[in-house]
């Protein structure tokens, strides 16, 4: 019997490790392995994702659907020679990745496609942000990857709804609807799907794709990302003063939120012994910690190290540098 794949994708911020979360915390019974990819340069996701048993396997060195393919074909040959047999893998995809040519991967390679079926991409949704990226205009030849991760979705998490009205709600599931017709949809507030709905649904189907996108099973296909949207990393160990930390942040987001698409950390706070936590869309900025369920808590004897990321355009490198190392004790 073949192996399941589902790939989880959604742009930046959209909630996939909370759906990741949600999968690893449930009571299924399934072995399962988990393929992250990242698009920063510093790993954050690795600290967000919940212990667990299962395997977790980390991409950081680039995009999953073009530069690292290669190296998502050799981890998905390696768990497939597994002494002790997987029930399913998830591929969680970066923000900006276009889902196409992960699902081509599935195709094209003879051994994964004798082994191993894709069962389903599943895509999530912000409902506060993503009419924003839908219209966002792009160069000729640059994908919108907002679009092309709802037009191959088979199923669609609309997340976030608490922070809509439902006026807004209509509209942005009639500007799905108007992409993906076919698609089911799944209104949630923090990713909460009942797993029947996104595992073992054998709901990919490759006529669907090639009626949509011919040149869909073309491995030489054009794929090409916007090059306006940058990441910039920022590691380094000590312990943050949470006063200055909070004040950095909230004026951070405030004056250049519209171009940070996402920013999140993990970060080590003056006189707690918790690993805190810090999210951001846009604009909007959460926080918390180990203490009280987000993320992992600090190992005995790890180094204490603040690991943030920022996702957008026009990010000043140096600046956001210099400026987080003054939140430092």
């Known amino acids: ?56 396997v980390e991409m950081n060195n680039g995009c999953i659907c073009c530069t690292v393919r290669g190296d998502l074909i050799k981890i998905l040959h390696k768990l497939l020679q597994r002494s002790d047999p997987l029930d399913a893998i998830i591929i ?36 506060k942000h993503v009419i924003q990226h839908l219209d966002e205009e792009k160069d000729e030849g640059v994908e919108n990857e907002s679009v092309e991760q709802i037009a191959f979705a088979d199923r669609i998490i609309l997340n976030k709804l ?16 108007a992409i993906n017709a076919p698609a089911s949809i799944y209104e949630t507030t923090h990713s909460q799907v009942p797993l029947q709905e996104i595992l073992d649904i054998r709901a990919f189907e490759l006529d669907r794709i090639m009626d949509m996108d011919p040149e869909f099973l073309n491995p030489d296909q054009d794929h090409q990302h916007d090059e306006s949207v940058q990441s910039v990393g920022i590691e380094c160990e000590g312990e943050c003063d949470i006063d200055k930390l909070e004040v950095w942040l909230s004026a951070l987001l405030q004056n250049f939120g519209n171009d940070i698409f996402r920013s999140k950390g993990l970060l080590a706070i003056q ?36 690991r943030l990321v920022f996702i957008g355009r026009n990010l000043n490198r140096k600046a956001l540098n210099d400026s987080f190392r003054k939140c430092l004790v």
């Open 1 to 56: 019997m073949k192996l399941a794949v589902t790939v989880i994708t959604g742009f930046l911020g959209s909630g996939k490790t909370t759906l990741i979360n949600s999968i690893l915390s449930g009571n299924h019974g399934k072995k399962i392995a988990i393929i992250e990819n990242e698009f920063g340069e510093v790993g954050v996701d690795d600290g967000l994702v919940l212990q667990s048993q299962e395997e977790v």
């Open 92 to 127: 969680e995809t970066t923000g900006l990745a276009d889902p196409a040519p992960v699902a081509q991967t599935f195709f094209v390679d003879e051994y994964l496609q004798a082994n191993m079926r894709l069962d389903g991409i599943i895509t999530v949704v912000d409902a």
């Open 162 to 177: 608490d922070l809509v009205s439902p006026e807004e709600l209509a509209c942005v599931k009639k500007r799905i609807k």
């Open 271 to 306: 006189g707690s012994p918790h690993r805190h936590v810090f999210q951001g869309v846009h604009m909007m900025l959460g926080m918390g910690s180990s203490a009280n369920g987000h993320g992992r808590p600090w190992a005995p004897g790890e180094t204490r190290t603040n």
